[in-house]
C-alpha cells in the first residue's frame, strides 16, 4: 500500500459534535485526513457516517435546525471550515461531492461539467472547454462522451451518469473529493470501472468515501475510519482495521458477526 | 368436517350462486354510474362544439370564409355590416400577450419565490393570499382596470383615452398570477432535492440553483402553468368588456380602446337580436373563432410539454 511514511494532513477534524434540532447525531469525532489519500467511512446504517461527510461541505447548512460544534480544520491555511464567520458557498466552491445516486443536471453533457464553472462565473470559452475535456478524461469517460457532449446527460446509463458527476465535481480542481456511497446505485461492472477510477484519481486528491461495501473500502481505501452511533470506534490504515483491530466492535463489524 | 365446509364455501363461491350474481350486477351499475359522470363533462364539449358549428354554418352562408379572414372591419350590426374576424382577433391577441408580459415574469418569481425561498411557515401563509386574487370577482377587475389603473397610466401616456386595451391586459395579467405561480410552484416543488443538492455543492448560490437547475427541470410543468394562463386570459371577458372600449379595432397600438372575442359576444348578447339574424349567428361564430383559438394553444402546450418531458 506504500504508506509507510505518514503523508501530509489535508484536513483535520476536532472534537467535532453534529445536532440535528436536540438530537445529536455525531460526538466528539477527532481524526486526520490525509492529502491524496482515499479514507474510507464505514460503519452500520445510521452510524453517522454520511452526516460527517456532509459536514465537509457544510450540506447540512442547507436545511433548517442543524448545528455544529468543534472544528473541521483545512490545511494548509488552517480554516475552520464549520466556522459560522465562513460561507458554505465558499467551503462548497472547494470541497466537491459526487452522490449516492447519479444527479446529473437535465442539461447536455458539456454543460454538466461546465457547470461549476459556470457558477463561479468563468466566462472564457477556451479555457471552459479545455477543462471540460480534461475533467471527462480524468474521469474515464471522454472516449464515450467525446462524440456526443452536446447530448442529453441523462441518456447515458447509470454508470456513465455517476462518473458524469465524478467529472463534474472534478472540474472546479476541488481541494477534498467527498463520495457519498457512489457505487451504491450501480451495478457490479459499473461499480468495479467506478472503483478503478478512484483507485487511479487518489494519486492527485484527497478522497474521502463513505460506502456500505466493506469489500470495496478495504479494496480502495489508503485509510479507514469505522463509526457506529455517532461515534468514531477505529480510524486507522485500512490494512490495520481490516486485519488487527483494536476494538472489539471493530472486530465483531469486519467480521460480519453484525452490522 | 374440514372437507364438508370447504365443499359449502365453493358452493357459495359458484358462478350462478345469486349473492355473486347480485355482486356482479352492483359491480356493473357502479362502474355505469362513473362512466356517465366521467361521460358528462365529455358531452356537454360536444354539445357545445356542435352547437357553435351548426349555428356558425348559415353565417358562412351570408358570409365568406375570404371575406371572413380578410376584411379588415367587423360591424355586423350595422347598417353597412363588415364580417372580418381580424379586428377581434387583434385585440384578444394584444390584451393575451400584455397580459403574459405580467403574468409570466411576476407568476414564475412568485413561485421561486414561494418555492425555494420562503419557510414552509410563511408559504403556508402567503398562499392562500395569494390564491385569493383568483376569487375576487372579474367584474372587479374590470372596474379597477378603468378607475385605478387607467388613470395611472394616463400620467405616462397623457393623450391615452379612457378606454384602452393596456390596462385591462396588465389587469388581466395581475388576476392570472395565480393560476400561474401556484401550478409553477408545483411543479417546482416536484424537483428532486438531489438535483438541488448536487448544484449547491457545486457552490452555487440559491439564485444560480433555481434559475439554472430548478426552472430548466421544471419547465414542462411550467407550460401547463403558462398554457391555462394564456387560455384564461384569451377567455376573459368582464375586464376588456369594461375597460377595454368595446370597439373592434385592427391596431396593435395598446392605448388604443379595442374589442376582445368575448367583449364582443357579451356585447351583442345584451341587446336584443332576433333568432337566426346574422348579428346573431356571428357570435356563435366569434365563439367557434375563440375556442379554435384556444384549442390550438392547448395543443401546442401539450406538445411542449410532451417535448420536454422526453428530455428530462
Known amino acids: ?259 | 368436517m374440514a372437507k364438508s365446509s370447504s365443499k359449502r364455501l365453493s358452493e357459495f363461491t359458484a358462478a350462478n350462486h345469486p349473492v355473486r350474481r347480485f355482486r356482479r350486477l352492483k359491480e356493473k351499475a357502479i362502474e355505469l354510474l362513473l362512466f356517465l359522470a366521467a361521460a358528462s363533462s365529455v358531452l356537454v364539449t360536444l354539445a357545445i362544439v356542435g352547437i357553435l358549428v351548426t349555428e356558425s354554418l348559415p353565417f358562412f352562408a351570408h358570409v365568406s370564409l375570404f371575406e371572413f379572414l380578410t376584411e379588415r372591419e367587423w360591424t355586423p350590426l350595422f347598417e353597412n355590416a363588415k364580417y372580418g374576424i381580424a379586428p377581434l382577433i387583434c385585440g384578444t391577441f394584444l390584451a393575451t400577450l400584455i397580459a403574459l408580459l405580467v403574468a409570466i415574469p411576476l407568476g414564475t418569481v412568485t413561485a421561486a419565490y414561494l418555492s425555494e425561498y420562503v419557510s414552509p411557515g410563511l408559504r403556508e401563509l402567503l398562499k392562500p393570499i395569494l390564491e385569493l386574487l383568483a376569487a375576487i370577482p372579474t367584474v372587479v377587475y374590470g372596474y379597477f382596470a378603468l378607475l385605478f389603473v387607467t388613470p395611472l397610466l394616463q400620467v405616462i401616456f397623457p393623450d391615452m383615452g379612457g378606454f384602452n386595451i393596456l390596462s385591462a391586459g396588465i389587469v388581466i395579467g395581475i388576476m392570472i398570477v395565480p393560476y400561474v405561480s401556484s401550478l409553477s410552484e408545483d411543479a417546482m416543488r416536484s424537483v428532486a432535492s438531489h438535483l438541488r443538492e448536487a448544484s449547491f455543492a457545486m457552490g452555487a448560490s440559491r439564485f444560480q440553483t433555481v434559475f439554472r437547475v430548478v426552472i430548466p427541470s421544471a419547465f414542462s410543468g411550467m407550460t401547463s402553468a403558462y398554457i391555462l394562463g394564456i387560455s384564461r386570459a384569451l377567455g376573459e371577458t368582464m375586464v376588456v368588456a369594461i375597460a377595454a372600449g368595446m370597439q373592434p379595432n385592427l391596431t396593435l397600438n395598446p392605448t388604443q380602446p379595442a374589442a376582445t372575442i368575448t367583449a364582443f359576444i357579451v356585447q351583442v348578447s345584451l341587446g336584443d337580436l332576433p333568432h337566426g339574424s346574422i348579428g346573431y349567428q356571428s357570435i356563435y361564430v366569434a365563439g367557434l373563432t375563440l375556442l379554435i383559438i384556444t384549442l390550438s394553444f392547448n395543443v401546442i402546450g401539450m406538445w411542449i410539454r410532451k417535448k420536454f418531458q422526453e428530455r428530462e
Open chain 1, 1 to 259: 500500500m506504500g504508506a509507510v511514511t505518514t503523508p501530509s494532513i489535508r484536513a483535520d477534524v476536532k472534537n467535532l459534535n453534529f445536532f440535528y434540532g436536540p438530537k445529536q447525531v455525531l460526538k466528539n469525532i477527532s481524526m486526520p485526513i490525509y492529502e491524496n489519500r482515499m479514507t474510507a467511512l464505514i460503519g452500520p446504517s445510521g452510524c453517522g457516517k454520511t452526516t460527517l461527510l456532509r459536514c465537509f461541505n457544510r450540506m447540512h447548512d442547507l436545511y433548517a435546525t442543524t448545528n455544529y460544534q468543534g472544528q473541521i480544520i483545512l490545511h494548509p491555511n488552517m480554516q475552520n471550515i464549520l466556522s459560522s464567520e465562513i460561507d458554505p458557498m465558499e467551503v462548497r466552491m472547494r470541497i466537491g461531492m459526487v452522490f449516492q445516486k447519479p444527479n446529473p443536471f437535465p442539461k447536455s453533457i458539456f454543460e454538466n461539467v461546465a457547470y461549476g464553472l459556470r457558477v463561479r462565473g468563468v466566462k472564457k470559452k477556451s479555457f471552459i472547454e479545455e477543462r471540460v475535456v480534461k475533467s471527462l478524461q480524468q474521469a474515464g469517460l471522454w472516449s464515450e462522451a467525446k462524440d456526443r457532449l452536446h447530448s442529453h446527460a441523462t441518456d447515458m446509463s447509470g454508470g456513465q451518469q455517476q462518473r458524469l458527476c465524478i467529472a463534474r465535481a472534478l472540474a472546479t480542481e476541488p481541494e477534498i473529493l467527498l463520495l457519498d456511497e457512489p457505487t451504491s446505485a450501480l451495478d457490479p461492472i459499473s461499480t468495479a470501472h467506478i472503483e478503478e477510477l478512484i483507485t487511479e484519481l487518489k494519486k492527485d486528491i484527497t478522497i474521502l468515501m463513505v460506502t456500505h461495501n466493506l469489500h470495496q473500502a478495504a479494496r480502495t481505501a489508503d485509510y479507514t475510519a469505522y463509526m457506529y452511533l455517532g461515534e468514531l470506534i477505529e480510524f486507522g490504515l485500512t490494512d490495520k482495521i481490516f486485519t488487527t483491530p483494536s476494538d472489539t466492535r471493530t472486530e465483531n463489524y469486519i467480521t460480519g458477526r453484525f452490522g
